[in-house]
């Protein structure tokens, strides 16, 4: 019997065009082959820019925007699928192969009706009668675990959370019964808490209708949860391919095993946490429409230390960054650094008070001026706060440089010619460069790929052990707490849930929903997803 | 006017962000009430029908803007002339008028009296409809405009008659051939029409068709006792420009209002569900680029009520335009004040009606959670 | 930036801005005839000693031409500028200074806006005595409210950066704000956005003065140019479309090269541009 996918030496190509050069033809895949079985998930991981959504896609025979399939076969039953016409296309795609998108919000027409939607294809291809579409929906809602059920498919895409609306998507690609669903990323927009529900929804779904995926994450832990089989790509070649067991627990190749390696380490906490560089005491806040965010928020913060504030969003961690800041003052509760009060207002403070409070940001693409040089970046804080200049202002960027392990020949790139993680770098440099006390970390490395956002993790920490900088780290992420934090607030709709050192925070008895956010993060470990769901005590409150 | 076709996709692009930004603003109390907020919600009676009743709320909200902003421009148009320097009477009687002469005619025209005491009886005057008596004619501005308001309408209709089905055909056809030589050549057209001038394009008309080939009447005179056929006859040229002025703008918004739709996520999905062209476009596409394409063609109207200003003069025709033209060139105030104010209020009603109608289409107002 | 990259049609444009701006600047030296000279008959047809014709005084179409591109570019270019700087000062302000300011500043263009501009700036000239200047201004001024909108929306775009934010945090004035960290991220499209208001002036201008309120006779420009010489029309006579033509091709340069611009605005959009 052939396999149900067959993908053998796939090439897919695309023209880009760079302002003021000639149009240049980019290999985004190449040399790819894999099989699928029936019923079987294939998980492909990779970093961005490895080719898996482009790969994905190609089960459908589609390329996004230009994308072109240049070479290879792409065997569906046995059949060539790339050489179909426009009307045997359309016969594979959402019958045989149905595909569900990163973001559902998206990708759902605001003008109709879910119901209308999810039994959409089932109907244009003829598969069953409306009736028949409408129980089989019914059937999926109820396998989704959505709310209501029955009246689900009544409301429009915006009157349901995110959560929802991707199990909704994944209902739209099962209700026609297909043989494969591509999954894009199918929990990564979403909040952790939420990630887990949908991720267990959709498991359990594809194992109830045996039917086969391919699902496309960034996150080893994710899909070691999910598939049978894994195939490592980067830069749009195969790495490693091989039983999901076999690559978690014996990974043969050294990319695959820094994958499986990442986060893993721990660092011990600071024994004495007595003192407070930084205080913040009973501070609310809120916008000014009336919208209060932050509820009596208390905590405090060592010198030389890394408080973690931890939560989903909306917790209002990211409110208190800037309560801290200055930019939204407290309407009560005030922030004591190093003994004295802080003005609230960011214009009341003194250009001393705001040198020795430095922030980064969690987009080092918007957080640096396009049109100004590493060395301009850099340099700015050096002159505006200790009125350096020439010679001296170049060396001591070309010392910061050196200490963020990039080196002077980056002096006068442009952020557009910095990847992701050196961008952050600068942008830490920058902090540095102010020689402050205290840097605001918001969720630095969350929009990093996983091994580049561990090197960023390293190097904070490194920086904090030889200037004695202390860190405010607001992250999502349970696994960097574990990494890097001394002390730990975990936030929750705005009030602090809990707070202390992380040895205290972080170990039983838990709250209701601690425990929900520990068991929310994805370990690399086969079958965590089961026994996690088993223990949990609260469901996420996005669903 | 030359200010339609020019200014048009600077102000449609803000009217659609501001009002975008409105609509999420708004829309931002119903739509996220957050749990633990709900008390904090409510307070007054109108925030309780905010909260119940958004897109009534918005749309009586948009209406009241209209009125405040009506009565903003009146203000405006009456008080803003007054505050310029410059003396009515001076000016109407010129620089050499003896002091003798200028006193007597400012209590002739009531100019003695308080500006607030005279805005008050001209504003409930122009609400009753009368805006008193011209100072060159003597004669009731209302009853002039009456007729002359008539004649403007009249050819603005036919304009978007013929002129709102031909930008849509063309905007769509533009977008069926993206990219290919059909959508190129429409590209370069619709960039070169929105630099021509209304006059030039008016008179490059009549010299073809009227003089050259004697198959179109110039000057565009109607009179009372004219049939119908006889008046369409005579208004062929002045809607012909003001239809080649409109559309090429209309239709590059058309064009652009489409491409946005056809590239969002939502037709992808469309897409891969292996559905045919047609029903993408009928079920997917069309139902999202309704909202935008009228607000595209109730902005342009609203440039076409004012594009009648030049080209009636061109064409000679007895319209508003012409009629407030020559009153500024006399400087007959109450004639172009009422002018003004009647040519404002058209624009902002035009303008209100697009947002309306782009509130009525948007589903995330039409059904709130 | 690459001059090879410049595609044909912007070269077109180019080439014909820099054709009306040379006859601008040297037109006593290259108008064969003097601004307000009588050399003829009226309304001679082309050909002969009078390249274009005579008009309806019997002054040589091809000088007037040339001298009121010289009026035309002057007026448009002096009112474009002066809406932009006030439009653009104002915005930026109201963008950087936000709550009240940006409130009153706002509202008020709203105001201004609700008035079609034809409208309004007849209006006002009724009132106004007829001074070269003060047209510039009323110009100017109707014309600074697309600015201020563009303005404010651009620079809220970019105020709302993050690494604007960096800048406030570090504790820099408005100043530095504005003209480091704003200003030069805005360029490009404030760029096309010149052009596109200086196309609209030169077409404004025009209407303005073919409907008799513009530049006042004898001086010459393009669409007084067109109201003189209008009533020839009916008798066959082209003078009037002359410069109406002249009009139209100015503006269609213009609006040619911003097209170039904005697509390559467009196309940059997260690079770093020519820098």
């Known amino acids: 019997m052939p396999d149900l996918l067959s993908v053998k030496n796939l090439k897919i190509e695309a023209t880009s065009y760079p302002p003021g050069e000639p149009p240049k033809v980019v290999t985004l895949v190449e040399g790819v ?497 089961e026994r996690v769901l088993k223990t949990r005590r609260m469901e996420s409150a996005g669903n | 006017m030359g200010s339609g076709p020019i200014t048009g996709p600077v102000l449609t692009e803000g009217t659609a ?63 803003g002339v007054e505050a310029l320097p410059g003396d009515f009477a001076t000016t ?136 119908l056929a006889e008046r369409l006859s005579a208004i062929a040229l002045p809607v012909a420009t003001l239809v080649l002025v409109v559309l090429a703008h209309m239709m590059r918004m058309t064009r652009a209002a489409i491409l946005n739709v056809m590239s969002s996520a939502y037709i992808e999905t469309a897409e891969l569900k292996g559905l045919g062209t047609f029903r993408i476009i009928a079920r997917h596409a069309a139902p999202n680029a309704v909202a935008p394409v009228i607000n595209v063609i109730a902005l342009n109207l609203a440039y076409l009520v004012v594009g009648v200003v030049v080209v009636e003069v061109v064409f000679v025709y007895p319209g508003m335009g012409q009629y407030m033209v020559d009153a500024v060139t006399v400087r007959d105030m109450p004639v172009v004040q009422a002018c003004g104010l009647i040519f404002a209020a058209f624009y902002i009603f035009l303008n209100m009606a697009a947002d309306i109608l782009a509130i009525l289409a948007n589903p995330r107002l039409r059904h709130p959670r | 930036m690459n001059v090879k990259s410049i595609p044909i049609s912007a070269w077109v444009g180019i080439v014909g801005i820099a054709i009306a701006v040379l006859c601008a600047i040297f037109a006593p030296l290259i108008a064969p005839f003097g601004e307000r000279e009588i050399v003829g008959e009226i309304w001679l047809p082309a050909g002969g000693d009078f390249v274009l014709g005579t008009d309806n005084l019997g002054r040589d179409l091809l000088s007037r031409l040339i001298y009121g591109a010289r009026t035309t570019i002057f007026v448009a270019l002096a009112a474009t500028v002066l809406s932009f700087a006030l439009g653009m000062i104002l915005s930026f302000a109201a963008a950087v200074m936000g709550g009240f300011v940006d409130q009153l500043f706002s509202r008020f263009n709203d105001l201004m806006m609700a008035i079609p501009t034809l409208i309004f700036a007849l209006v006002v000239l009724a009132v106004l005595p007829q001074y070269l200047w003060v047209l510039i201004l009323v110009m100017a001024v109707l014309d600074s409210t697309r600015v201020f909108r563009i303005g404010r929306a651009v620079a809220l775009d970019v105020a709302v950066m993050e690494f604007v934010e960096a800048a406030r945090l570090r504790g820099e004035g408005s100043l530095w704000i504005i003209f480091r960290e704003i200003l030069p991220n805005t360029l490009s499209p404030l760029l096309a956005e010149f052009g596109l208001r200086f196309a609209f002036s030169i077409l404004f201008l025009s209407t303005l003065s073919f409907l008799g309120l513009g530049i006042q006779p004898p001086a010459a420009d393009w669409g007084g140019m067109v109201k003189d010489n209008k009533d020839g029309i009916i008798f066959g006579i082209s003078a009037a479309l002359v410069p109406g033509a002249a009009i139209a091709t100015l503006a269609i340069c213009v609006n040619l090269v911003v097209d170039w611009l904005m697509k390559r605005t467009s196309s940059l959009k997260g690079g770093r541009g020519d820098a």
């Open chain 2, 92 to 227: 109407y009687l010129g620089q050499s008028a003896t002091p003798q002469a200028v006193e007597n005619i400012r209590k002739d025209l009531g100019l003695d009296r308080p500006w607030s005491e005279r805005y008050l009886s001209w504003l409930g005057g122009a609400v009753k409809g009368d805006f008193g008596t011209s100072w060159a004619s003597k004669q009731s501005v209302s009853e002039q405009i009456a007729k002359r308001l008539g004649n403007s309408l009249f050819l603005a209709f036919f304009a978007a008659l013929i002129s709102v089905p031909l930008a849509v055909g063309l905007g769509m056809l533009a977008v069926q051939f993206r990219n290919r030589m059909p959508d190129k050549i429409i590209n370069v057209i619709s960039l070169a029409a929105i630099s021509l001038p209304e006059f030039f394009i008016g008179y490059l008309l009549i010299m073809v068709f009227a003089v050259e080939l004697g198959v179109a009447t110039f000057p565009a005179t109607v009179y009372d006792t004219m049939t």
């Open chain 2, 17 to 79: 962000r501001d009002l975008g930004a409105q609509s999420a603003d708004l829309a931002g109390v119903p739509a996220k009430p957050h749990p633990t907020d709900s008390a904090e919600i409510g307070g007054t009676s109108w925030r309780r029908f905010v909260f119940r009743r958004p897109l009534a709320a918005l749309i009586l909200k948009r209406l009241g803007l209209s009125i405040g902003l009506l009565f903003a421009v009146s203000l405006m148009i009456f008080g």
């Open chain 1, 33 to 529: 082959s894999f099989d699928l079985e029936k019923g079987k998930v294939l998980g492909l991981i990779g970093e961005s820019g490895a080719g898996k959504s482009t790969i994905g896609l190609s089960a459908l025979a589609y390329g996004r925007g230009g994308v072109r399939i240049t070479g290879g076969e792409v065997l569906l039953n046995g059949r060539d699928i790339l050489n179909l016409d426009r009307a045997g296309i359309n016969e594979v795609r959402g019958r045989h192969v149905c595909y569900v998108a990163q973001s559902a919000a998206a990708a759902f027409n605001p003008a109709h009706k879910l119901g209308d939607q999810v039994i959409e294809a089932s109907l244009r291809h003829g598969l069953m009668s409306r009736e028949e579409a409408r129980k089989r929906a019914l059937y999926l809602f109820r396998v989704l675990g959505l709310p209501n059920p029955e009246s689900f498919g009544e409301r429009y895409p915006h009157q349901v959370s995110g959560g929802q609306l991707q199990r909704a998507m994944t209902a739209m690609a099962l209700c026609p019964n297909p043989e494969l669903i591509v999954f894009d990323e199918p929990t990564t927009a979403l909040d952790v808490t939420t990630q887990i529900d949908v991720l267990a929804a959709i498991k359990h779904a594809i194992e109830e209708t045996h039917t086969a995926a391919l699902y496309i994450t960034h996150d080893l832990a994710v899909v070691a949860q999910i598939s049978d089989n894994i195939m490592v790509l980067r830069h749009g070649k195969t790495v490693e391919y091989g039983t999901t067991k076999q690559v978690i627990e014996a990974p043969r190749e050294d990319y695959t095993r820094a994958l499986v390696n990442v986060r893993q380490a721990k660092r011990e906490e600071a024994g004495d946490q007595s003192g407070a560089l930084l205080k913040i005491e009973h501070v609310h806040a809120g916008y000014g429409n009336g919208f209060k965010v932050l509820h009596d928020v208390s905590m405090h913060l060592p010198q030389g230390q890394t408080l973690a504030i931890v939560g989903e969003s909306g917790s209002g961690k990211s409110t208190l960054a800037r309560v801290i800041t200055g930019l939204l003052p407290p309407s009560e509760g005030r922030i004591m650094f190093d003994g004295k009060e802080l003005p609230k207002a960011l214009k009341g403070r003194a250009q001393e008070e705001l040198r020795r409070i430095q922030m980064i940001y969690q987009m080092a693409d918007t957080a640096m001026n396009p049109r100004q040089t590493v060395r301009d970046i850099i340099g700015r804080p050096l002159s505006f706060y200790f009125g350096m200049s020439g010679a001296k202002k170049t060396e001591r960027v070309k010392e910061l440089l050196d200490q963020i392990e990039m080196g002077s020949r980056f002096l006068d790139r442009y952020p557009a010619e910095l990847s992701g993680g050196q961008k952050q770098r600068v942008a830490i440099a920058r902090a540095l460069a102010a020689k402050p006390e205290l840097i605001l970390c918001d969720e630095p490395t969350s929009a990093l790929d996983p091994l580049v956002a561990e090197g960023i993790l390293n190097l904070l920490m490194k920086l904090q052990e030889e200037t004695a900088v202390s860190y405010v780290f607001i992250t999502h992420d349970i696994a960097i707490v574990r990494a890097i934090a001394d002390s730990v607030a975990v936030m929750h709709r705005g009030r602090l849930v809990r707070f202390g050192a992380k040895s205290k925070v972080l170990s039983p008895p838990f709250d209701d929903y601690t425990d929900l956010l520990l068991k929310s993060v994805p370990e690399m470990e086969i079958g965590w997803l």
